[in-house]
């Protein structure tokens, strides 16, 4: 007995097999900087719901489009950043899908237009627009305006980036509130210093790309140093800025001192831990940190 696949079920085997292929492909172009674009999206846009009388019917809706806004959010980011950067990532990061052929430049460069166009639709529609925009130029900028070649235009990105970022968040919810500003300026001005923790990492490949970093202008030891006193500074301020002011209580002081002693095991780990991989361990407890900390403001606001 023979049995036939129909031609429309042949169709939509060839339509799964092809979404299959672009969510494992947008998977291999995100997964590095999840944890520092869809993951803080997520808690501060909860900070927002949970500081605005808990309406649990919305919380699904909430989740499921802030979930689609910030991973447009980081795709935007990450495909234009791998455009620009294929050189310095042979060396960096020699898994990403253009160097394994995953994808063409061509077909990357789509893929981020069609990224662009939804980003900027979505944001309209959750009534985001501005932040969605500011984020659109400061991505562009960065990536293919050669902000990322020094090291003080991209750190200042960076903080462009965490603003666009959390005002959006919050504001999908409610209106922007002066306890939202100051729980959204701590950790995004910070970037300014502590996110060249990032270029102590990237050392190799940056000199290779010619970049401006800090360790390649001042020294590998003295960026280290200046790293390790921007998170004691973090510590202390993320203490005076953002707890004491909403009052130490058994659950904000144990989040005040989770904070504080991650900041200072960054800080330890710059100066006795050096090299490449391990700095990579550092950033990424950094973007933890950053989590972290977004994490605190479902509980204090």
Not at 12 to 28: D, G, K, P, T
Not at 179 to 192: D, F, N, R, S
């Amino acid at each position: 007995m023979h049995t036939s696949v129909s031609f429309p079920a042949i169709k939509s085997f060839r339509w799964l097999s092809i979404i299959r292929s672009e969510i494992i492909l947008h998977w291999r172009f995100n997964r590095y900087d999840i944890s520092a674009t869809v993951i803080p999206g997520l808690l501060f846009m909860l900070a927002a719901w949970h500081s605005d009388h808990l309406n649990w019917a919305a919380l699904p809706g909430l989740i499921l489009w802030g979930g689609i806004y910030f991973w447009l959010y980081c795709t935007c980011f990450c495909i234009s950043n791998q455009l620009a950067g294929e050189k310095e990532d042979r060396l960096n990061k020699p898994d990403r899908p253009l160097l394994h052929g995953l994808v063409s430049r061509r077909g990357a460069f789509v893929r981020w237009i069609i990224a662009m166009i939804l980003f900027s639709l979505l944001g309209w529609w959750l009534g985001v627009l501005e932040w969605t925009l500011l984020w659109q130029v400061t991505l562009t900028l960065h990536n293919f305006g050669h902000f990322a070649r020094h090291y003080w235009l991209k750190n200042l990105s960076m903080v462009f980036g965490a603003i666009a970022q959390l005002a959006a968040a919050w504001q999908m919810v409610r209106p922007l509130t002066p306890e939202a500003w100051t729980w959204l300026l701590v950790p995004a001005i910070t970037l300014l210093s502590n996110a060249s923790l990032q270029d102590l990492r990237d050392i190799e490949g940056d000199r290779m790309n010619r970049r401006r970093t800090m360790p390649i202008v001042f020294g590998e030891w003295p960026t280290r140093i200046f790293v390790a006193i921007a998170f004691v500074f973090l510590a202390l301020l993320s203490h005076v800025a953002l707890f004491v002011p909403t009052g130490l209580n058994t659950g904000t002081l144990l989040l005040d001192v989770l904070l504080v002693a991650l900041c200072l095991l960054i800080g330890g780990r710059v100066l006795l831990l050096r090299s490449p991989a391990t700095d990579h361990v550092s950033y990424m407890m950094y973007t933890y940190w950053y989590c972290f900390v977004l994490a605190a403001a479902i509980v204090a606001l």
